[in-house]
């Protein structure tokens, strides 16, 4: 797509015509008949009119007051309004009930036009809108509400029908016309992936309506509606796009979380029953154990314990087992040990901790001799980055739609490793022979910049990534991708904090930092498992303070 200088006054405009064209090109089949309509007749209105509705669509609110539409580069108001009025897109008399009104007036306003219904005239707005709601007050017009008032109030009708098109572009409704800014800028620059038929996630025009269902979904239960009111609202759902699958399991998660927090355990175990959503499964156990059905989490906890999904459901049912075993009445089960890990501890001056305890661990490791950085999850995942950058941005199907993405939508599918088997065996064998260096030098060059799912362009300077180079052993970074290939959404956090390098030795060490009263997290107990088992260098600081801190 073209990049537009925010220079031109109708930047934004352009970019909505590049939306249009997009979607009219790529997404022609899915079209209803009014938004066919609207792509058509929007290229014939005049630019000042084309102005105002792109400015009225990327704010907030459908309700506008005209002397709050001033925009330089449309010029008269009225008369870029005219054809929008005309063709029935901007209702210039809406009807309004309180809570509009209440947005579109300022307080002093709202306070003339009901002098004489408030017994506190004085009150600030909310206040004034509390005793207003309470007289009941029916929708009217603006002239009925306000007879005089010299601003005009218009309604812009089509923000349903433009956040669908929003939709097939983007393939959410999460991201905005901003994404066009930033690039604009040059503050976000993206891959270039090739774009084919096949690649788009919208597929029939009913998977356009059950996104736009799952989005108002996701809205209600963030705006406060019941719970089981939002489970209704997705009966029926049935669709095989993966695209939407992954979303509906996301939301119904969230519900599922939303029940636990209000105690509705039934409810709650419905929802996770009926979720594909990974943690799902270890959701079901624990609100079994927090509702006190004993006998029903010990019995699902062991039949998941016979076959765990990943490295965070078996730790996890590792703890509870034993815990519902003991209230089942049985005897003591012991836990794993884990095998013991290095422990530095450290007793560092406690003006030292204004550093932060990560940098003051560091400076102090690094007087002993040899290089220490501060990188925890950003270097492993930077380095699979540049080495698996094809790989990861190859145009498989459904996984690139659109020209605005950091990384693929199935990044955190189960397959998503699977769909791109070759690829990924290529990339990791350069592991193995040698050339993975020249070849992470090549991508860093040639990608800088560029937004990436794993790579951080901020902390990855030329000297920690030839240091990495001459230090991490190949076989270590290949079980380190391998493990992070299993699970992207989990274990791509949890690394140890800290890194130590001896170049001329070519040699490493992890460091994992606690300061007083912290302990280890679920997910830095997983690496630093995986780290052991596997011969990588890691180990524990344990920091102290010595005398009074400032």
Not at 170 to 193: C, I, K, M, P, T
Not at 286 to 308: I, N
Not at 417 to 436: A, I, K, N, T, V
Not at 449 to 455: I, K, N
């Given at each position: ?85 005309a063709l029935g ?120 309506d059950l996104a ?238 560029l937004q990436s ?98």
């Amino acid at each position: 797509m073209i990049a537009h200088s925010v220079d031109d006054p109708f930047y934004y405009l352009h970019n909505f015509r590049e939306v249009l064209g997009w979607v009219g090109q790529r997404y022609a089949d899915l079209l209803d008949d009014q938004e066919r309509a609207f792509i058509t007749r929007f290229t014939g209105l005049p630019v000042s009119a084309q102005g105002l509705l792109v400015r009225m669509v990327m704010r907030k609110g459908e309700h506008f007051r005209s002397d709050k539409l001033v925009y330089a580069e449309v010029g008269d108001i009225d008369a870029a309004l005219a054809p929008l009025l005309a063709l029935g897109w901007v209702d210039g008399e809406p009807c309004l009930t309180l809570e509009q009104l209440g947005a579109l007036l300022r307080k002093d306003e709202l306070a003339s036009v009901f002098a004489d219904r408030l017994a506190r005239p004085r009150s600030g707005k909310a206040d004034l809108l509390a005793q207003l709601q309470a007289l009941q007050l029916a929708p009217r017009p603006m002239a009925a509400w306000y007879p005089g008032f010299p601003v005009r109030i218009v309604h812009w009708q089509l923000q349903a029908l433009c956040d669908r098109l929003r939709l097939l572009f983007f393939g959410n409704l999460h991201q905005d016309w901003s994404d066009f800014v930033l690039a604009d800028l040059g503050l976000l620059r993206y891959e270039q992936v090739a774009f084919s038929d096949d690649s788009r996630a919208l597929r029939r025009r009913g998977d356009v309506d059950l996104a736009v269902a799952l989005h108002q979904s996701a809205e209600w239960l963030e705006q406060g509606v019941a719970p089981a009111q939002v489970l209704a609202a997705l009966h029926g759902f049935d669709s095989d796009n993966p695209w939407l699958a992954r979303r509906r399991a996301r939301l119904l998660f969230s519900l599922g979380q939303h029940c636990e927090r209000l105690g509705d355990w039934d409810l709650a175990l419905q929802v996770y029953a009926g979720c594909a959503h990974p943690e799902a499964r270890i959701r079901q156990v624990r609100v079994l154990e927090r509702s006190e059905q004993w006998p029903q989490a010990h019995a699902l906890a062991s039949s998941l314990a016979a076959e765990p999904a990943n490295a965070l459901e078996r730790q996890a049912l590792e703890r509870m087992l034993p815990r519902l075993a003991r209230k089942l009445g049985g005897p003591p089960q012991p836990r794993r040990r884990q095998g013991a890990v290095t422990l530095i501890e450290l007793t560092l001056p406690a003006e030292h901790s204004q550093l932060g305890v990560e940098e003051a661990v560091r400076s102090h490791l690094e007087q002993a001799g040899g290089i220490a950085r501060y990188v925890e999850n950003t270097l492993f995942n930077s380095l699979f980055g540049l080495l698996c950058w094809d790989a990861i941005f190859a145009p498989v199907p459904g996984a690139f739609f659109h020209p605005f993405q950091a990384g693929p939508q199935d990044l955190h599918d189960a397959d998503f490793q699977l769909r791109r088997g070759e690829l990924f065996e290529r990339c990791l064998g350069r592991l193995d022979d040698g050339s993975y260096r020249q070849a992470m030098r090549d991508c860093y060059v040639a990608k800088q910049g560029l937004q990436s799912p794993f790579v951080f362009w901020e902390m990855l300077d030329e000297a920690l990534l030839e240091q990495a180079l001459a230090c991490l052993p190949p076989e270590h970074l290949k079980a380190c991708f391998q493990r992070l290939l299993q699970d992207i959404r989990h274990n791509r956090a949890g690394m140890p904090d800290l890194i130590q390098f001896w170049p001329q030795e070519g040699r490493y060490r992890m460091i994992e930092v606690k300061g007083p009263g912290d302990r280890l997290q679920d997910n830095q107990l997983r690496w630093l498992e995986f780290c052991q088992a596997h011969g990588l260098p890691v180990a524990v600081c344990q920091v102290r303070w010595q005398g009074p801190q400032t």
